[in-house]
């Protein structure tokens, strides 16, 4: 199994839908836990942290679900601007990140 | 403030040749990591530095591949004698401690070596 898992991609969503990412992680002992965007050719950026009680950045919300060792990201009222790839990142412990191979978003106009 | 720098941002190198790839923290960063990016795959971790000393180097190669933080300068990641598998994204990131948690990890720009 691998550590970080993700959804397959791509997914295309026209403009305004709600799209929502899956992941799921193999370590238990993992304590953080992030959503990196990475455009095409860029390097990933931070879009947000994960906390366990689930937290909200404008159009953006996570969740965490340390018993099923599970993370989602929501994304409502998509733009043509979010058209990325997101990258669900894991840091188990006292040990580097470790990222998932990505889920591609293409919102259409 | 400038963020994490690396150069060059493209390397062509023949079978066999050396590459360096350079990247500066963000100043006032003493935390550096190295991650590599083959076409279509995640980012996997290669090593994570202090100044002047290797703290984890888990993913780095065991042969061919080395790096260095030192005192003064940026961080080196050097490979020797490329084989065409080494062409990949190679992305530095820094953080002003130990990264996770409420520390965030920020990313350079990335070097694209390709080996011919």
């Not at chain 1, 799921?24 to 993992?30: E, H, I, K, M, P």
């Not at chain 1, 159009?59 to 790839?85: C, G, M, P």
């Not at chain 2, 598998?85 to 720009?109: I, R």
Request: charged share 20%; aromatic share 10%; with cysteine.
């Amino acid at each position: 199994r691998k550590e970080v898992e993700q959804d397959p991609g791509p997914f295309n969503v026209p403009e305004g839908a709600t799209v929502a990412f899956n992941c799921t992680y193999s370590n238990s002992a993992s304590q953080s836990f992030f959503w990196y965007r990475q455009d095409c050719r860029k390097e990933p950026k931070l879009l947000m942290s994960v906390y366990s009680s689930g937290n909200e950045d404008g159009r953006f919300t996570a969740q965490l679900n340390r018993a099923s060792q599970y993370i989602s990201l929501l994304i409502r009222d998509s733009k043509l601007s979010d058209s990325a790839t997101y990258l669900c990142v894991v840091k188990p412990g006292n040990t580097p990140l470790v990222f998932g191979k990505g889920t591609r978003l293409s919102v259409i106009a | 403030n400038a963020g994490v720098m690396q150069n060059p941002r493209h390397l062509v190198r023949r079978r066999g040749q050396e590459a360096r790839l350079r990247c500066s923290p963000v100043k006032g960063h003493s935390h550096v990591y190295w991650y590599r990016q083959l076409p279509e795959e995640g980012l996997k971790f290669m090593v994570y530095l202090q100044k002047e000393n290797i703290i984890d180097e888990s993913g780095m190669p065991k042969e061919r591949f080395s790096a260095e933080f030192p005192k003064e300068g940026p961080s080196i990641l050097r490979i020797q004698q490329v084989v065409r598998g080494d062409s990949a994204a190679y992305f530095c990131a820094s953080s002003p401690t130990v990264a996770g948690l409420n520390n965030e990890q920020f990313f350079g720009p990335g070097t694209r070596l390709t080996v011919l």
